[in-house]
């Protein structure tokens, strides 16, 4: 697991109750786990969930499980399973136990039958419509099934037919028997197995009924010894039904269970059924597309585990939602990287320009440090002559007051360079400027001490001799509002989220490898992109622009 040595464990109501609960002598070892359903890609809620059952059991010494709950089978896969794995290692934590819901199914099935025997468990005939219909509301109590009253004998006879395959999907059920009239709806009589003739991704055909989740998540926790079983304020109402299951199936141990606000961020689709909408009707490029909020996609667009947990102990643990901001988590990516991330010039929008009193054929080479933040990554050669790349918007013909970047007649620094200063235009024949003709001073170069004249702009450059070609992908929300109601979300998908630029980066930068960042001056943070760099292509991923107008509420 990951150590927690340099950090202070912050306060949340969850840590008091273990804390309580140790000192109180309820439980000997913490346990704790993480329980996805392998029906999608983990997203940044997920990683809360995550960096808070495996450090609380980190902290006091105790272990966390990884579950899969994959008791639907129609919409689970061996592709999300490992997907989900490979997001909890990269985030920096290691399992004590690896564990799936269908391991348990055998003992399931047990329970369901002691639950029968002891006239707490019966099978209805009701479709879903009949059964929704008896249900009740909020203000008025349900109706009894008429299959309710069946004999122990009849249910255990069609219960084990069920099993069989003798039954079409939909054609029977497994319901407890509790209250009706129960002022908490999650309490009239749920559905506890319904049939699906549906191939497992880890069983195969062995099944053809299968346990819906609130029966077998509380059976889970208890098999496997879970002390502190922590989900979602969305699972506050269906407590009691977890601890009815706990007790009726008589389970050797008794977890609890304890509810806290799940993570919301602006701009954020937090529905893996939207998200994987998203994905079927090509909206991204895949569930790792750098836009959408996945664990695979912060990766691949270049976030790091340490600042994504560092933003989920920042967001804490409360018992109320709130929705976060998305700037939040982009201020702990650029704390993260601003003392690892070398420094470098990359021309995104280039515009050419000749230096015509420079020597011709002449290269040098210029130094510089690799982060001034961190002396310790030592210095990189700059390689500079005649013909340089520029920024398009680092060039203006007709410029407005106080601009003070390139325009004819007006002198400006090249970082890391000399001064130019920009004598000539050259446009095509539609009148687009194409290039600039420039002159350079020798007298200033950068660290020359030269304090002859001052200019108001400095400007970053590419050597044209040298540059590596390269692809820049620029990201926007991709979620235009906050707003995420049923079947309308699609039309609040931002059409502007990506912009593709083709430019060019220092040749130092030409055997970067995938995952690899950087920043760029002025531009921001950059991540090379694992899934479209090749050998013969360097494409970048922005992570986050350089500045941010967030700050963080003062303790």
């Not at 997920?46 to 008791?71: M, P, Q, V, W, Y």
């Not at 989900?84 to 136990?97: A, M, N, P, R």
């Not at 109402?237 to 299951?245: E, I, S």
């Not at 961190?374 to 407005?400: A, K, L, T, V, W």
């Amino acid at each position: 697991m990951i150590s927690l040595e340099n950090k202070v464990a912050s306060s949340n109501f969850i840590r008091n109750i273990v804390i309580d609960d140790l000192q109180a002598g309820k439980v000997k070892e913490v346990i704790t786990r993480f329980p996805p359903e392998p029906n999608g890609y983990l997203h940044i809620g997920h990683a809360k969930a995550i960096c808070l059952n495996f450090e609380l059991a980190s902290e006091f010494n105790g272990k966390a499980h990884l579950r899969f709950d994959d008791t639907n089978p129609v919409k689970e896969d061996t592709e999300y399973v490992e997907a989900i794995k490979t997001d909890v290692k990269w985030l920096g934590f290691e399992w004590d136990g690896l564990f799936f819901a269908s391991d348990y199914f055998e003992e399931m099935y047990k329970r369901a039958v002691l639950l029968i025997q002891k006239g707490k468990a019966y099978v209805d005939d009701l479709s879903a419509e009949e059964m929704r219909k008896l249900r009740g509301t909020l203000t008025e109590p349900g109706v009894d099934s008429p299959y309710r009253n069946r004999s122990v004998e009849e249910n255990l006879d069609l219960f084990e037919r069920m099993r069989n395959g003798e039954f079409k999907d939909g054609e029977k059920v497994l319901r407890a028997k509790i209250d009706m009239s129960s002022p908490n709806i999650n309490m009239r009589d749920p559905v506890l197995y319904r049939i699906s003739h549906t191939t497992h991704h880890n069983t195969g055909d062995k099944w053809c009924i299968y346990p819906m989740y609130d029966y077998a998540h509380p059976l889970e926790d208890a098999i496997e010894g879970v002390t502190h079983s922590l989900c979602s304020l969305e699972f506050e109402d269906h407590r009691p039904l977890y601890d009815w299951v706990i007790s009726e199936c008589e389970m050797e141990h008794v977890p609890r269970q304890y509810e806290f606000a799940r993570l919301n961020l602006t701009n954020t689709v937090m529905s893996k059924r939207k998200l994987k909408q998203l994905v079927d009707e090509n909206v991204v490029d895949g569930w790792d597309d750098p836009r959408m909020p996945t664990i695979a996609g912060f990766r691949r667009r270049g976030f790091t585990p340490e600042a994504i947990r560092t933003f989920a102990r920042e967001v804490g643990v409360a018992r109320s939602n709130s929705t976060v901001d998305a700037k939040m988590l982009e201020h702990f990516i650029r704390e993260d990287l601003k003392l690892k991330a070398p420094r470098t010039m990359a021309v995104l929008n280039p515009l050419k320009v000749v230096i015509t009193n420079y020597p011709e054929g002449q290269v040098e080479m210029l130094e510089a440090e690799i982060n001034p933040e961190n002396p310790e990554m030592g210095n990189r050669q700059i390689p500079f002559s005649r013909e340089i790349y520029i920024e398009q918007d680092d060039f203006m013909e007709n410029p407005p007051s106080k601009y003070f970047r390139l325009f004819p007649g007006n002198e400006v620094r090249l970082k890391h360079a000399y001064f130019i200063k920009c004598n000539d235009v050259v446009k095509d024949a539609d009148g687009n400027v194409i290039e600039l003709h420039c002159t350079y001073d020798p007298e200033t170069k950068s660290g020359s001490g030269f304090t002859g004249r001052k200019v108001k702009g400095t400007i970053h450059w590419v050597d044209a001799s040298q540059a590596v070609p390269a692809e820049f992908r620029l990201y926007e929300p991709l979620i235009l509002d906050d707003e995420d109601t049923e079947g309308s979300f699609l039309d609040n998908i931002n059409p502007n989220s990506l912009e593709v630029l083709n430019g060019f980066v220092e040749p130092n930068m030409k055997d970067t490898k995938a995952q690899d960042k950087y920043q760029f001056f002025r531009h921001g943070y950059f991540n090379v992109d694992p899934k479209h760099t090749t050998p013969d292509k360097l494409v970048f991923n922005r992570i986050v622009s350089l500045k941010s107008s967030f700050e963080l509420p003062k303790a």
